[in-house]
């Protein structure tokens, strides 16, 4: 009888910690804004964004905008450069505070007067507060009317498990499978005593 208590505690305990230990995602939006330098004048003809000369957050909301990890307007964005949208090469990447967002594939349509570019891929929180998270991100350049630099606005919009990948849980489901598996034993044993 003491090995049945001993073993029933032994699950009751596992699941009790596995619980504690679930999957935070990201959530919420950041926008940002500043200038781009493409590889040419005309937005049909570029491929190559060569420089971010300005680039901050101009907005947040959610996991971005509370917290420890929590970005205040303003803060200044480090962006991929020389970045080749057409061929997603270098890696695109992202970072403003403790997120970083690296783009796993992405969408460019472009004419003369726009460049839009959505991008998929994940962003990570490096003060290990959220787990990393499937986001999508998009670029919005049009031409500038002053002659000047490429002004662009761009933002990031959460869209939980949008590559099909679930969010991890912690390791409760294989405990309560456990615990089922184990109450089967239990009474597979009690009914063959009978």
Known sequence: MRKIWATLFGIVAAVAVTTTVQAIPISGTIAMGGEATLDNANLASATTIESWPLAYVVADSGSFST???????????????????ELNS????????????TMSSDSV????????????????????????TAFQWELSDENPTTGGASQFTFSVTAVPNSNGSPVPDG??????????LACVEGLRRKLSKA
Do not use: E, K, R, Y
């Open 67 to 85: 917290g420890p990890s929590a970005v205040p307007d303003f803060t200044m964005v480090t962006m991929t450069a020389p970045w080749n949208f």
């Open 90 to 101: 270098p890696a695109f990447q992202w970072s403003a505070g403790n997120f970083t967002f």
């Open 109 to 132: 349509s472009q004419s003369a007067n726009f460049l839009t570019i959505i991008g998929f891929g994940t962003i990570a929180d490096s003060t290990d507060g959220f787990d990393p």
């Open 171 to 180: 390791g409760l489901t294989v405990a309560l499978l456990g615990l089922s």
